[in-house]
């Protein structure tokens, strides 16, 4: 009988009945939905044991308290420490993921620059090290070490004493400004001049007990001198606009209301400009009129202790003449003697080094040109100051090598030769050293969380191969906080907010353990001393200045519109953000992005560019694909540029934004492209 | 008496740094964004906006305005409109909770919600190589082609159950469920707490004078309140309001 | 003739049925062995405890699960007995001091919130409520876990139509829900899920 | 070539000529799908739709060819149950225009969710209250319907016919339209209104928000009448549309008249409805929402003109040119009229979806614009080349105008 | 959705709408049952023939379906809805009881056959009006054949295939299978019946047709109605060829070709076929 058509249906049929009246279809279709809510795409959560580890964040060095929440001993979020009434920043509270930094570096590499590609070549360890010269009478070595203050900090100290010639530069910044600390707690008035006072520029915790204080009405005056309607001057009591790159000017017109001329101790140069710059020659030049000068100065003298604070785009400076004018400002308001501004005392070497057996630091800037064979860069991960062409200036024109330390490709890294990359923060045991607005020094150790990733190098190690002399990474900070009990000084706060005198610390080792379960050691300056050496001016200064306010007095070129590069300074203390950063960035568009540039309406319309346009900023040399964004908050006339790390270049090392080439109140160009 | 959780943000006291946002991430998984994200793409349930008066400059004032899911009470117009249940208000606390592992992915809710907090899966989750080691054991991450949403740390309210039933109680302890933003808040700018319990801060600043809900209008009910004292800041709370106001400050 | 014709739809459906019923769940579901063998019997009849010595809550009241190998070293630092899979327990976990992998039957997914605090401490259900004899056993069962999913097939149930199933078996959320409502507790879904 | 499956009697291109028509079209067809496997593989990253433009062109596509889609059930509605004879010329053509339309929307649908297999979902658990359950249970009911509708169609093909059994079937489920009509009236009859309800329930986009009638909103009530005056006016278009490409009479002008003043009837009455919704709107469902109903239009892109576009040039003309003897019996009036019900209703239809998401709520949100990614337009082109494919197959292989013959010889 | 899955609420909204998608769902699976379980009664109580040709008369066009009453003059238009069943039809019957109409005649070997337009019909038998005949044989059996109109349009014929004896045939219903090298054409078989006789050699053939006793010939057209009735069938090949755009035509009074086929090749001789014996 041959099998017909007719046959197969029948028995297709029959099948396909006898499959629905099974559980097959049906559990398929239950489980390909489960398969769609639990496929192996889908990130699976981590399981285990959770413990809470009492640490600090050494992210930065202002070393907040926090707690890390650990599970199966990896941190899954860190938070502030209970009790401690200091919360984090947004880059405290992603920094557990720095460990997973998608630019992270594996192990000891050589780095090739090849156009804007960065191609990195792994080596051991052994390679590496034998890749460092070794350092005699011929070669110098520079350490730039952006962390100074640390144990770490006193062995380069000690090497670099030990080999004349060789230098331990420390980024400007560190080297002057940061020596004032400013006791915002006690200030009545505060007048912030170009400075983010409120929106990142000290410490979480001090920024909310300004917010506290001005939220309680206790006579906190805030003050904000900005040519942006800035977070800061969008919170401050009054806010003064004032023309970009003017701040010089300002505070030598304050100065002159405050007679700092009549200061015997002045310069007769400085004299002579503070005594010409009254408010009605420079008032236009600001941006302002007179009165409103002469207004704020009234504010400033009414209800003391004032304080002016010049801290640029973020901790960093404005530049250093703007520095020098607030110190002297903030001296003839008295706050010198009153104790606004004090001097920040320095962390006690480690045991068993002596201060006169270490290198005094050198301003980056002041390493002649051309004159070390071998750099070593620390701590280039906590911050992003420094330009490359800082460091490649002071290269010896023959065969020099640049180490950098850093755990992440960061945009300094990327033009080493070589990186011998050190542990991600709280990958082993690390330290802050205390924000470079307080009055007082702090330090602190965070524990390691994360499990060690193979590859990574303590500096330590790295030094020890140079000179000889190789000391643990905990060892060495042991040391450090040996020193710093046996300076007797001080008092340490622990997480719950307690404090103790460290006289009642009963030995080193109790300091220590104290201090690796979060407590924080910390050190009040004096009030500042009439010279502080750095903050004095000079004559070049003098000219410079002198220079500077005929060339605001002229008007500068009306045509162009001045650029001003603003940071939230934070990112400053960290050149690679969490990936989570794109949630500020991009995602909600609360922070501009490096490629945002931010205009006023008039502006726009002038540069016939629209809201959401892209359109290109030149300034000099410098040319840029920008994304304008027209904003009511700005003064036409300028454009505000996004500096700093670029926060969400986490994919690719890409070169840092065009803000940070940029001096502030640069003349520049805006063109639809 | 069930709960009604609710928040209070000053907006006198945020200074847009962004902690909550980021808290908030970190808390509940939100994977960071992914090449090419923008600020409609990204996944934020916890977003600051920057809201100003309309004046040109230097009359301009801002504000900035913590935004999340306002849990609200009545009418929740993305309960409704859910096809599929996968979107619920809990009657025992009043959070509207969205299961992502329902949800179809139809984006029904985010046409319907006014606030604009709910967020759509355009990408599949992904985290840098390891960093999905440091996720939170108590948020299970979404999967791509769904909607999620502020839910007040719902985790956080596991945990101070857990702990709360390991103790044999029934009632949690209030100081055991605080949500990520409120806790990460450097201003204590964001009060959370039982809108159900009188003496909760969280009920009395609701009342303040000071207080107000955006778009309260549409009868919704929202669960979260603003604080400010300035009038320009409260009239952005519907735009009838911030008509007035305008006309006010004109005439 | 015709009788032979109407063999076919009937071979039909018996092949259809046969797809369905049994070999259906003889593909879906891979069986993959314990790294170790664990006899719960030995420390429950011999050593003479109960499931919370070493299922244990932590400090703030979370079921710790499976115990760590720290957990069991306390005992086992050193070999006690005269087992192969004690021995190689010591020897490759306790000594490295790695965790063991084991394959967990009752593992939720992650979108699954069960606190057993509530149940166990609050609620007062005995262990064998949803684990059954496991407490008892002698051995550790291979672990069945289906290919689509990913989930152990303790989940679903050992029956692949959920016809006749003991008590204790089957972990979906219809069996959650089911005492769920009996008992008019925990209504919401963020309830048990995360 | 494929002469043995041409309907007898009726003319036909050459069977390459007819390559030359459908290649084109299969060639956008698999574009639009590469498009549409994008959007499934890669996810919904592939469009430009984002958190605030929840909704797109595929919602847009869905709602207009839903509304167009209606003369199936419509025609079907007055010929099987209120037995207008007039219009069983086009009854064929309707249900296989509405068929693409449904298919295409549920094809564009399932692109459109995040999660396509777990649809099954919605009727598994169903949320009642949601307009979209409704939608969903309609859509998937009546497509079913309309399916078994287009099986006799299809087996009046000269090759299905030889086969007894499925001539005899055709035969049968025949006498039984009257039935499936009646379904699909009364499930078409809800998911058109539950469409307009997706929009007007939502209570916190003012913009979209009506009062409601019942447990309705008033949307409802204007999508069914709205889809109403569509549905005829599309079967006006397209026939002419077919006719012109054809180059052939395939309806007489009766049918084509009679669904014109339907079309226009309906469309009068859905316009005096509108009106009266409009002006409550704006005086106080809006305002009461805390929402002056005159800022919505202070949008450069959306001023009032649209309004008046939609209620005027796409409304209140077109009614009046159908229902005037006059120019409805003039074949270019006609044609002209039905254009603008279906640009009327098609501008509706975008207001309501893309208008109310671009429209802030918030004070301090900013109205947003949104261009489709070239994904969706792939993906829209996908369902028409879809469209177009399965119509010219339908027209060269089945008798979709029994006239057709008729016609040709007179 | 059912009431032991989780989610479902007992309130009557819920239900009510529940209800109202399983009763839609029932009606419309009930309908295609019925009418799958209607149509296999169908095929087996009438058989596929009938059915066919069921719907296939109803989209003839009105001009094939014009009445032999109108045609022989005897009312002005009527357009049969009868199915050509002129047996069941009230008005044939009223027609025929008059006693005038030429319906009521019988073939007659002795009048001279019909011509029109050079076509010859013989008047001794009956005529389908799909071009084939039927004639009573002294057996009481009837033949079959193709008329002189049919014979021309359908040209050489390559193969005949005819049902083998013992078959049914029934009205309207194809059962001669002609080839040509133009196609394929179906002829209907006149009467009801079964094939008695049937002889096919290359293009010659011969078939017989016992004819089932309760059905009858009154469908047929006979006697005075077949010249109408070939004029207008001329016109109506006039008109599908026309249709056909071919490129000759039927002036009046002119004679068309004795291969038609031939005389025109490009055309789509099937569809004329179809058109002009009724294929259903």
Known sequence: MPLTRRDILRFAGAATAGIVFSPLPWKMLDDVAIWTQTGPWIPKVPR???????????????????????????????????????????????????????????????????????????????????????????????????????????????????????????????????????????????????????????????????????SKNDGLRILAADAARSRTATLADRWMPIRPGSEAALLVALLHLAHAHRQPDMTPSMRAIIERTTPERVAAAIGVTPVQLRHVYEKLTERGPSLVVVGGDGSNSVDAETDRLAFQLNR???????????????????????????????????????????????????????????????????????????????????????????????????????????????????????????????????????????????????????????????????????????????????????????????????????????????????????????????????????????????????????????????????????????????????CGVEDGAVAELRAGEQSSKVKVRVSDSLAPGMVQLSAGPDPVGFRSPEPPAVANALPRGRAAELRKS | MPARYGMVIDLDRCTGCGNCTVACAVENNIPPGP???????????????????????????????????????????????????????????????????????????????????????????????????????????????????????????????????????????????????????????????????????????SRDERAFRFLSRLGTEPKVSYLSSRAWVRSLADRVLARDQKEEARG | MNRFRVLFPLAGLLVGLTAGWVLFPALLYRTEEQPLQFSHAVHTDTGGMACADCHSFDADGRFVGIPTTAQCASCHADVMGETENEKRFVEEYVKTNREVPWKVYARQPDNAYFPHAAHVTRGGIACERCHGPHGTMNTLRPYQVNRITGYSRDIWGSSIGRVGMEPWEGMKMDDCVRCHRETERARACLDCHK | MDSQWIPRGLQRTSFPRFLAWILPWAGLLAWGLFGAA???????????????????????????????????????????????????????????????????????????????????????????HSMLTEVTFCLTCYLTVLLIEYVPVLLKNRQFRRIPKMLVFEFELHKLMPILAGVGAFLSFFHQGSLGGLYGVMQGRPFAFREAIGIWPTTFFLFILSAMAAGPSFLIVTTRLVESLTKKRLVDDRALRTLGRISGFMLAGYLALKAIDTLVWINATSPGAGFPAYEYYERASFGTWILFLEIGVFGVLPALLLLSRHTREHRGWLLTAAGLVLSGIALNRFVLTIQTLALPTLTFDPFLSYVPSWQEVATFTAVVAYGVLLYSLSYRYLPLFPQERELAQS | MLP????????????????????????????????????????????????????????????????????????????????????DCPEHQRYLASGQSPSSSRPLSFTPAVTVSGIQLPTDRYYDRGHTWARIEPDGTFSVGVDELGRRLLGPVESVELPPIGTKVATHAPAIRITTKHGLAMLRSPIDGEVTYACAEGDRWKMKVKMDPQSSVAHLLRGPEIGPWLTRELERLQMTLSDQKVGFSLADGGVPVESMPDAAPKKDWEAVWGEMFLEA
């Open chain 2, 35 to 205: 090449p090419g994200v923008t600020d409609r793409t990204g996944i934020t349930w916890m977003r600051v906006y920057e809201a100003d008066n309309g004046e040109g400059f230097p009359e301009t004032q801002s504000a900035f305005v913590p935004v999340m899911c306002m849990q609200c009470e009545e009418h929740t117009p993305c309960v409704s409109v859910c096809p599929q249940n996968a979107v619920e208000v809990d009657p025992e606390t009043g959070i509207v909770g969205q299961i992502p592992e329902r949800c179809l992915g139809c984006r029904y809710c985010m046409a319907a919600c006014p606030y604009h907090a709910r967020y759509f899966n355009w990408w599949d989750p992904k985290w840098p190589e390891g960093m999905e080691k440091t996720l939170n054991p108590d948020v299970s991450p979404r999967m791509r082609g769904v909607a999620e949403k502020c839910n007040f740390c719902h985790g956080r309210l596991h945990t101070a159950r857990e702990k709360a039933a390991a103790a044999g109680n029934a009632a949690i302890d209030p100081a055991d469920y605080v949500p990520a933003c409120v806790e990460s808040c450097p201003t204590q700018a964001i009060v959370f707490g039982d809108l159900n319990d009188p003496a909760s801060e969280v009920a009395k600043l």
């Open chain 4, 38 to 128: 994008l959007c499934l593989i890669e996810g919904l990253n592939q469009t430009n739709m984002d958190n605030r433009f929840a909704f797109g062109l595929w919602i847009y596509l869905d709602l207009t060819i839903i509304a167009f889609g209606a003369g199936a059930f419509f025609t079907g509605f007055l010929l099987y149950l209120l037995r207008r004879e007039a219009l069983r010329p086009v009854i064929n053509s309707a249900v296989v225009l509405g068929l693409i339309c449904y298919s295409g929307a549920i094809i564009v649908l399932m692109v459109d969710v995040g999660q396509p297999l777990r649809a099954w979902f919605t009727f598994w658990h169903p949320n009642t």
């Open chain 5, 4 to 87: 032991w899955v989780y989610e479902f609420q007992w309130n009557a909204f819920h239900i009510t709408f529940l209800l109202i998608f399983f009763t839609v769902a029932v009606v419309v699976a009930t309908t295609v049952v019925r009418a799958i379980v209607r149509s296999n009664r169908r095929l087996a109580r009438e058989g596929h023939a009938r059915v066919s040709w069921h719907s296939a008369f109803e989209e003839l066009p009105a001009s094939t379906r014009v009445c032999r009453h109108q045609m022989s003059g005897e009312v002005r238009q009527r357009t049969c809805v009868n199915e050509f069943a002129c047996a």
């Open chain 1, 332 to 606: 003839a308001l008295g706050a010198a003697s009153n104790g606004a501004i004090r001097q920040r005392p320095a962390i006690p070497v480690s045991e068993g080094l002596r201060e006169r057996d270490l290198a005094v630091a050198t301003p980056l800037s002041s390493v002649p040109d051309a004159s070390v064979a071998l750099v070593i860069i620390d701590g280039d991960e906590g911050t992003c100051h420094l330009s490359w062409e800082s460091i490649v200036r002071t290269l010896h024109p023959g065969a020099s090598i640049v180490v950098s330390l850093s755990p992440v490709l960061t945009a300094l890294a990327s033009h080493a030769d070589l990186i011998i990359p050190s542990p991600a923060p709280f990958e082993s045991f690390g330290e802050a050293t205390g924000d470079g607005t307080d009055i007082a020094c702090r330090y602190g150790v965070s524990r390691p969380l994360h499990p060690r990733r193979p590859g990574s190098v303590d500096p330590e190690l790295v030094l020890g191969h140079l000179s000889g002399q190789v000391i643990e990474h905990e060892a060495a900070l042991r040391d450090k906080v040996a020193g710093i009990w046996a300076s007797r000084r001080g008092q340490i706060r622990t997480p719950d907010g307690s404090t103790t005198n460290l006289t009642s610390v009963e030995g080193a080792g109790s300091l220590w353990t104290a201090l690796s379960e979060g407590a924080v050691w910390t050190l009040e300056g004096a009030p500042a001393s009439a010279s502080v050496r750095a903050l004095e001016s000079d004559a070049s200064a003098t000219d410079r200045l002198a220079a500077r306010l005929s060339e605001l007095a002229a008007g500068g070129a009306t045509s162009t519109i001045a650029v001003v590069p603003t940071t939230w300074a934070p990112v400053t203390s960290c050149s690679r953000l969490s990936p989570l950063m794109t949630k500020l960035y991009q995602e909600s568009g609360l922070r501009p992005t490096s490629e945002v540039a931010a205009v006023a309406p008039a502006t726009a319309h002038a």
């Open chain 1, 48 to 214: 285990g044991p959770i413990s809470h580890v009492p640490s600090i964040c050494s992210v930065c060095p202002a070393g907040c308290p926090v707690t890390a929440r650990c599970v199966a001993g990896v941190p899954s979020s860190l938070r502030a420490a209970s009790g401690s009434g200091q919360p984090l920043c947004p880059i405290g509270l992603t920094g557990h993921h720095l460990a997973y930094h998608p630019l992270r570096v594996a192990g000891p590499c050589l780095v090739e620059h090849r156009g804007e590609k960065v191609l990195t070549t792994s080596l051991s360890l052994d390679e590496a090290l034998r890749r460092l010269p070794s350092v005699d009478g011929d070669r110098s070595v520079m350490i730039v070490d952006q962390r100074p203050g640390r144990a770490i900090s006193d062995r380069y100290r000690a090497f670099v004493r030990q080999h004349p010639g060789s230098f331990y530069a420390v980024p400007d910044d560190d080297a002057s400004m940061r020596t004032v600390g400013y006791d915002l707690e006690r200030a009545h008035t505060i007048l912030a001049v170009s400075t983010p006072l409120l929106d990142g520029w000290t410490t979480p915790a001090r920024t909310a007990r300004l917010i506290e204080r001005r």
